[in-house]
């Protein structure tokens, strides 16, 4: 036992050679964390710099934002004290941005809609790459390794940025389902600062009937101003920007007499609320802007509803219509009836010709057959429907949730969550070229040129097939649905030309990419 233990006391003791080692040990450790530290800072630096001239707003706090998004990905591991220690990371992360944007508030403005007034009631996850498009959300992924945590205030509805291979870019929580998404636009003439994507405003809409909507940054996600509607009035779910981007018109419901409304903000006030006029209707959904950037085209869609209340409460005595107002005074221009009173008018697309394009939601009974997708243009009696296959508008199930029009390829795309399908419409011929199944689908936008070519180049590889002429030769359309799905759909480039020669199935490509979330109604390209 003695021996043992005088063992035992010798390897306690540590010799001077030990200690030394574990001293230079020490030392080069404690060098190489201020190396990379120091290493990391001069990186930073040199980087930020480097962003500055090329995006004036750059901040140093995209950084924390980027670290953020990365650290969120990692709560999806199973194991607990890694998910615990990553939301306290986040914490850090949102208390620090929360204090970076209160000093420079204190010392540089007295505008209340900051972005940190808004930091409790949103979350912003944000990855630095530019967007495309920007959809609502119906019901986001929650973190399953935190869904318990009292102090989590994430919610199902949200908002999200997509870049050009249709990856997620950013997602903000939203308190309420949204509807509608409206990006400002950009003049030609306009400076380089208002180009730039970070300088431009998103709006977002709360679903029908809302008391709310929101102005996002279009680069970043984060919520610049919520704005609440006025006394008696609530929103209708959509708005459109003026051409030149300082006015934001938005349709509106007065609670009391059950008139339509159209309110009129100034994106260049913080969207304070500045005139309203009548929109010489019932129950205004959609509206747009007319090319010659002087005429508001309005959807009426004819249905009564009160306060915070869906329910319709005049179907038998509608009277929807489509109307042509002056912006500037609100004054009635046209107004042009459809030939059921049941048939509201409820979305719109703008060819650049000026020819719009309308989609029809029936609330009649189900055993009445009625064109769904019109035509109109400004100085024409009626509406003109385009042509259905054996007159079967049943097909879509009496509803057209969005409408998008590619008016450079003369092609239209219509969508309807009920019919559980997406068509695509020649505009020259004003004929179906096919429709694809796509359950619960509703927003749609133009895919871009660089995007279309993507899309359609994966198509050809994922089918194998060799009978599409050259990808440049095409278009397509993104289509989002409930189940999580962005559907590239292109065209092939012969339907149109020979429609009869091409077999249905060889109409249309779709290449589709999922993400675990619900998309909601309406999808808006940049």
């Not at 972005?115 to 920007?134: E, G, K, M, N």
């Not at 908002?159 to 949204?178: H, K």
């Not at 912006?327 to 060819?351: D, F, K, Y």
């Amino acid at each position: 036992m003695h021996s043992i233990d005088t063992k035992a006391a010798k390897k306690s003791q540590q010799s001077p050679e030990d200690k030394q080692s574990n001293n230079e040990l020490l030392a080069t450790s404690a060098l190489t964390m201020l190396s990379t530290i120091m290493g990391t800072v001069a990186f930073v630096g040199i980087h930020h710099r480097y962003r500055k001239q090329r995006q004036p707003d750059a901040r140093l706090q995209d950084y924390v934002v980027g670290i953020r998004s990365q650290l969120q990905s990692l709560t999806s591991t199973p194991t607990p004290q890694l998910a615990r220690f990553s939301y306290a990371c986040q914490q850090a992360a949102t208390a620090w941005q929360h204090a970076y944007h209160l000093s420079l508030d204190d010392r540089n403005n007295t505008n209340h809609h900051s972005v940190a007034d808004f930091s409790a009631a949103h979350t912003t996850t944000v990855l630095t790459r530019p967007i495309c498009w920007v959809s609502g959300v119906a019901s986001m992924p929650k973190n399953s390794a935190l869904a318990n945590d009292e102090q989590r205030a994430d919610n199902d509805f949200g908002v999200v940025g997509i870049d050009a291979d249709r990856q997620i870019v950013w997602q903000t929580t939203m308190p309420e389902r949204v509807h509608d998404i409206v990006v400002q636009p950009v003049l030609s003439d306009q400076d380089s600062t208002m180009k730039n994507h970070s300088s431009r405003d998103v709006v977002v809409m709360g679903r029908r009937p809302s008391e709310n909507f929101w102005v996002l940054d279009t680069a970043t996600g984060h919520v610049k101003f919520a704005i609440n509607a006025a006394n008696n009035r609530h929103f209708y779910g959509h708005a459109c920007y003026s051409l030149d981007g300082e006015l934001l018109y938005v349709t509106e419901n007065d609670t009391i007499s059950l008139d339509g409304k159209i309110g009129i903000y100034d994106a260049y006030d913080n969207y304070k609320k500045i005139a309203e006029y009548n929109s010489h209707g019932i129950g205004p959904h959609e509206l747009i802007m007319h090319p010659d950037g002087e005429t508001l085209v309005i959807a009426n869609g004819g249905i009564k509803t009160e306060q915070a209340s869906r329910e319709e409460l005049n179907l038998d005595s509608m009277c929807p219509s489509l109307v042509y107002v002056n912006r500037h005074t609100g004054a009635l221009l046209e107004q042009i009836m459809p030939e059921h009173n049941q048939m509201s008018v409820r979305h719109l697309a703008m060819h650049d010709d000026g020819t719009v394009m309308i989609g029809i939601q029936f609330q009649g009974e189900k055993h009445i057959n009625v064109p769904l997708v019109l035509t109109h243009k400004r100085g024409d009696t009626d509406f003109k429907p385009l042509i259905m296959p054996n007159n079967q508008w049943q097909r879509f199930h009496q509803y057209i949730a969005s409408v998008a029009v590619d008016s450079a390829r003369n092609l239209l795309c219509v969508t309807t969550p009920i019919g559980g399908c997406a068509a695509i419409y020649d505009l020259n011929t004003r004929t179906l070229i096919d429709d694809v199944s796509l359950p619960d689908c509703a927003g749609a936008a133009v895919l871009s040129n660089n995007n279309t070519e993507k899309a359609g180049a994966a198509v050809l590889s994922n089918n194998n097939t060799e009978k599409a002429e050259d990808n440049n030769e095409q278009s397509g359309f993104i289509v989002s649905d409930g189940q999580g799905q962005l559907a590239a759909l292109t065209v092939n480039s012969l339907a149109a030309a020979e429609l009869a020669t091409i077999d249905q199935g060889e109409r249309i490509f779709i290449n589709s990419k999922y993400h675990m979330m619900s998309f909601d109604n309406h999808l808006q390209a940049l």
